[in-house]
Structure formats: structure tokens, C-alpha cells
């Protein structure tokens, strides 16, 4: 029995769902399975706690209850008959299993971290005494991990396991409490009972696999991959606090006023394993990416989603000979590809990098205002809260311009129509004293020099993510200029920054 499906008919049984064929089946589990055991006993102590929980406060509201329903007595008999039918073997196995409790238990209680290739965090210990720190822990509960870029993976007492993608900053309060001020965590539980704190929301867990996003300046997610969750806000008057239940494939997200709205599901942007690097999304635009004539497919492990060409003269993209293999030619000024990936939200660290054509002669537009190369975010105001990567400058002396919402820098060299270039920008989703965003630009592996073209002081860089347009290349619904690019190869979107030696590396590929 898998552990979803334990969990799933452990919760069925409890609720009286559970069809009678398989009840035999969860007794033998429990039986031949101690950890089964222990999951089984923390959800019948939830649901026992739920039900006095209820149970008082029905008595608080009226003085007369109603009589129990012959449903009710029938499912407190079934639960009776099923306890009793296996106490035998579970009270023998129990005695075994006190056993091996001295053996196993110290396993069971250590903490375990791994981080992918390329990460970047810093593990602030808590107050506890650094002489208690079991050696075979690398990190333990009042332990403060901040991640830079990167993923980390956390494992805790009795198998609970949870994958963290940056920037994300959290506090291990216990061996099941995680206080998150921001960050995007997967947990996967063996038993009820794991708690995710976040700045909006109380998640805790009832037996499930979960992710909870909790971003800068927006508002919090939970997503039920299996099992269910009870989620509770933290926001708005106390009085106006909700408390919701969510169960498999269901979404929410909190509000100011302390409620919650429905949303799609998107459990699956979440990382469930350790990736061996930095996440990334990569178009390679060669032929067997192509379906159905205008459709380009993704590889990597940060998504995986369509790129759609769209043409006003209703034409399939063209391919040619490009770097390697084959690149995607714009055959009209106005034709551009659009993506179903959001790009990287808020101010996650990024690393963009392609081969591009630039149109020569009179073929290029005669426009001095920035051309999109990609972009993904909400260009327009209010907010302006977009990322975008740009040209701009007279037909023959195109440079690159990186658009932070409306901070915007400008490269200082020209590139070459009808030539390849191999163009990359690093983004730390942070700035320098001077208010600069720390950003990079590289051009054919050469680190090109930028300055300032328009900042908005005092205020935050931010990429929206929730009401955003999601990535776009060679233009955009609402860009009003034409296409710059003749061609384009070998898209990569990293979510995190690659120094110049991997930009190098990977354009040699």
C-alpha cells in the first residue's frame, strides 16, 4: 500500500467512506507495518479531538442535542469492531517493535540537509547550546537557513522530508514547526501533524504531501498535492479569521481581510526531489520539439510547458540551421512566441541566456524605442512590474536593455546585425548600496559594461507574478514595436545566477 493511499484510506475509514473489501486489507497493514501504526493512531487522536472540539461547542450554542443517527451508531460500531479485530496483533507487534525502538530511534531523530549544485545559503544557529548538536545533524530545531539561489533539501524526524527552493528564509522551531517568512516549500509527511508557519497562514498538516509560496509583497499559496491540509489566517480581526479544509488537487490563497479565495492548481511547480543543479527551463527550438506545426516543447526540471508561435499571417514557425541543430526564424516582423510558463516570480535570482540573429538592412525595424527579445511579468501601469530583456538604440547599433519594472540599464555595446550572438543576464534580485540592481550582462561570454537608463528610487524591484503575462519571445500581445530578432536558438532560463565561467560553459556546448 502506497503512502498516499494509507493515508487516503486511513482518513476514509475514520470518516466511515472506507468500502468493507478494504478494511481488510488496512488491518493487515497496520498489523505487519508499525509506522502505518503510529500514522493510524495520530489520525484517530485528530479525529477524536476534532470531534470533542465539535462536540463543545454544539453544547455551547444549544442545551438540547439531538439523538445520534443510526449512520452514527452503525460507523461507532464499525470503528469498535475494527479496533478490537486487530488489537491482538497490534499490542504483539507493538511489544516487538519496543524491541528495536533503542535501535532505530536515534536515526529517527536526526535532521538531515543536502543542497543541489550551485546553491547558496546560510545556516544561522539558534541559541540552543552548539555542545548539544547531535554529530550526525547538520542542522537542528532553533536553526535559522537562508537560501540565496539554489534548493536545499531538509529531512526531519520520523522521515518527514521538505524541498526548498530560493530565496527562501526559514526557522526549524521543532521537529515538525517550520516558521517561513518567504520562501516555496514541498513537504511530504509520514503522519499528521507537520505545521508550516508563514507571515498570512497556519498550514497544518492531516496526512498529505503539500507546497506553501510565500513571496515579498504578495499574497501567500498552499496547493494539496495528496491527503489534506487545515489552513488557518493570520491576517485581518481576529473575529474575521477563517479556517479552511483542503483535500487533494484543491488550492487557496490568503486574503488582506483574513479569508481565503479559491485558485488554480498548481502543485505541479513544485520540486519533489533534490535536482543534482540549479533549476532551469530550456527551448532548444530543434525539430523534434515541434508539434502540430507551431507548438515548441520545453526540457528541464524548473517546468515543463508549450511555447506557441503566433503569426498574423496564421504561419508555423520556420526552422533553420542554428547553433546546434536547429533555431527558430522570425519570418515577419510581427510574429512572436508565447509561452504557458510565468517566468521567475518576484525577486527571485535568474539567469537568461540564448543565441540570437539581429535583422540587418532595411529589414530591421526603424525604430529607436526598445525591442523585446523575451519578457514575462505586467508591463503596463500601474506597477509596471515586469522583466525584460530588450534592444534598443538606431537600426545598425542595437544594445541590450534589461527593464526591472521601471528600472531600466543599458549596455554599452552595439551588436552585430545578421551575426550570432550569444547573449546572457544575471540578476541577483537584489541591489548595491547605490540602489543599483545587481545585474550582469555577458556577450559572447565577455562581461559587457551598463549604466543606469531610468530608476525609481526608494522603491522595491519586483516582477509580479499573480496577474502577469507569462513569457514571451521576439514581442508580445501588448508590445507596440516590431520584432528585432531574425532568429533565435537555445533559450535557457536559470533559476539562479551563473557566474561567467558556467555562461562560458554552457555557450560552448
Known amino acids: 500500500m502506497t503512502c498516499p493511499e494509507l493515508h487516503k484510506n486511513i482518513q476514509s475509514y475514520l470518516d466511515g467512506t472506507l468500502p468493507a473489501e478494504q478494511e481488510e486489507a488496512l488491518v493487515n497493514t497496520l498489523l505487519e507495518d508499525p509506522q502505518a501504526r503510529s500514522l493510524y493512531m495520530r489520525y484517530a487522536e485528530i479525529d477524536t479531538l476534532l470531534a470533542d472540539a465539535h462536540e463543545s461547542t454544539n453544547k455551547i450554542i444549544a442545551f438540547e442535542t439531538e439523538p445520534a443517527s443510526v449512520d452514527q451508531i452503525i460507523r461507532r460500531q464499525r470503528k469498535m469492531a475494527f479496533l478490537l479485530s486487530s488489537a491482538i496483533g497490534i499490542a504483539a507487534s507493538l511489544l516487538l517493535g519496543a524491541i528495536f525502538y533503542f535501535i ?33 545533524s547538520s542542522i537542528q530545531p532553533g536553526d535559522r537557513l537562508v537560501v540565496e539561489q539554489g534548493c536545499v533539501e531538509v529531512k526531519f524526524p520520523k522521515n518527514h522530508r521538505a524541498i526548498v527552493q530560493a530565496p527562501a528564509d526559514f526557522t526549524l522551531t521543532s521537529e515538525n514547526t517550520v516558521n517561513m517568512s518567504y520562501g516555496k516549500i514541498w513537504v511530504e509527511t509520514t503522519e499528521p501533524g507537520f505545521i ?153 535570482p535568474r539567469t537568461v541566456m540564448m543565441w540570437v540573429k539581429l535583422r540587418k538592412g532595411l529589414d530591421i525595424p526603424e525604430v529607436t524605442s526598445p525591442t523585446p527579445i523575451i519578457l514575462w511579468g505586467s508591463p503596463a501601469a500601474p506597477g509596471n512590474k515586469k522583466w525584460k530583456l530588450g534592444l534598443v538604440g538606431p537600426p545598425d547599433q542595437k544594445k541590450i536593455r534589461v527593464s526591472l519594472g521601471s528600472t531600466w540599464l543599458n549596455s554599452d555595446y552595439a551588436l552585430s546585425p545578421g551575426k550570432w550572438h550569444h547573449l546572457a543576464v544575471t540578476f541577483t534580485g537584489g541591489s548595491n548600496d547605490q540602489g543599483e540592481p545587481e545585474v550582469n550582462i555577458y556577450v559572447d561570454g565577455q562581461e559587457i559594461p551598463w549604466s543606469m537608463a531610468s530608476r525609481v528610487s526608494g522603491k522595491k524591484l519586483l516582477v509580479d507574478t499573480i496577474e502577469r503575462e507569462p513569457l514571451q519571445v521576439g514581442g508580445g500581445e501588448h508590445d507596440a514595436y516590431p520584432n528585432s530578432l531574425q532568429a533565435i536558438d537555445e533559450l535557457y532560463i536559470f533559476e539562479g545566477v551563473l557566474d561567467q565561467k558556467s555562461v562560458r560553459d554552457c555557450m560552448n556546448r
Open 104 to 136: 532505530t530511534v536515534e536515526s529517527e531523530q536526526n535532521f538531515g540537509l543536502a543542497s543541489s549544485h550551485g546553491t547558496i545559503y546560510q545556516l544561522i544557529p539558534g541559541d540552543h547550546d552548539s555542545t548539544q548538536r547531535s554529530p550526525n
Open 196 to 348: 508550516v508557519n508563514t507571515p498570512e497562514m497556519k498550514v497544518t498538516d492531516l496526512g498529505t504531501v503539500f507546497g506553501v509560496t510565500s513571496l515579498e509583497e504578495e499574497a501567500d499559496e498552499v496547493h494539496v498535492i495528496s491527503g489534506k491540509v487545515r489552513v488557518e489566517s493570520y491576517l485581518g480581526a481576529s473575529s474575521l479569521r477563517q479556517t479552511r479544509e483542503l483535500h487533494d488537487l484543491e488550492s487557496l490563497i490568503s486574503n488582506s481581510l483574513g479569508g481565503f479565495e479559491k485558485i488554480d492548481y498548481s502543485g505541479d511547480a513544485y520540486l519533489t526531489e533534490l535536482p543534482e543543479e540549479i533549476p532551469y527551463i530550456h527551448y532548444s527550438f530543434d525539430r523534434d520539439s515541434l508539434t502540430g506545426g507551431k507548438t515548441l516543447h520545453s526540457e528541464g526540471i524548473l517546468a515543463s510547458a508549450q511555447m506557441n508561435y503566433l503569426s498574423k499571417r496564421n504561419e508555423n514557425p520556420r526552422l533553420i540551421d542554428g547553433i546546434k541543430n536547429e533555431a527558430v526564424q522570425f519570418t515577419h516582423q510581427r510574429d512572436f512566441m508565447i509561452s504557458t510558463w510565468k517566468g521567475i516570480p518576484s525577486n527571485r
